[in-house]
Structure formats: C-alpha cells, structure tokens
C-alpha cells in the first residue's frame, strides 16, 4: 500500500512540475504581448532608428571610399611625374646617367622633393 501511495506522489509531482511550467511559460508570453502593445509605435521608431543608422554608415563608408580614391589619384600622379621623368632619362641614356641629368629632368630642388617623400610617408603611416 506504500508503494502505490509513493508512486502516486510521485505522479502528481511530476504533473505539479509541468503545470507550473506551462504556468511560467504562459505568464512569459502574457508580458511579451504586454509589452509589444504597449510599444507599438517605439518599435517601429526603434526599425526607423535602426535602417537610418544603416544608412548613415553606409554613406560614411562612400564617403570614406571617396576621399581614399582622391588620396591615391594624387599618388598616382606623383609617381607618374617621377615616371616621365624616368622614361625621359632613359631616352636620353646613352651609357650611364649622371646626377645632373636627373635635376635638370626633376626641376625641383633636393629639399623639395625631400619635404613632398616626407609628406607622403606621414600620410601614409597616419592611414
């Protein structure tokens, strides 16, 4: 007779377990749909906030990919005028070309052209 009464109480403690979780679960969702009623209008504020981020970082990274295109179109040009000036020096060659071929190609002075390499190495390290 014990053992059916223990095995009984066992049953109906297990079926105790699963009602209050079924109980918690229902209480959950009552506060879920609770809240987005009452949210409503934020949430959609909330989208609104959300796509407009979106499309604020994805005009900061056009933005980016613009100034990044300048930057290295006047790289670009920078070293095609050292190129012209090297593809001039080597029409000239006739052996070995010397130092003063290169200033009258260059016209720019030594510091000059000093200050432009240390102003594109600064640029550089600061990207």
């Known amino acids: 007779e014990k053992e059916i009464w223990n095995r009984e109480k066992l049953s109906l403690q297990k079926s105790l377990k699963q009602a209050n979780a079924e109980l918690s679960k229902l209480r959950a969702e009552l506060r879920s749909e609770a809240f987005l009623r009452e949210l409503g209008s934020d949430s959609e504020n909330a989208v609104l ?13 056009r933005k980016a990919l613009i100034y990044q295109k300048k930057y290295l179109l006047l ?13 001039a020096l080597i029409a000239r060659m006739g052996g070995q070309p010397s ?11 030594k510091g000059f052209t000093r200050f432009r390499s240390a102003v594109r190495v600064s640029i550089a390290i600061s990207r």
Not at 49 to 61: P, Q, V
Not at 75 to 87: I, K, P
């Open 99 to 109: 130092y003063t071929d290169l200033e009258i190609i260059t016209h720019h002075s």
């Open 49 to 61: 906030r959300r796509i407009y981020g979106k499309y604020l970082r994805a005009e900061s990274f």
């Open 75 to 87: 790289l670009l040009g920078g070293f095609q005028e050292c190129e012209e000036a090297t593809l």
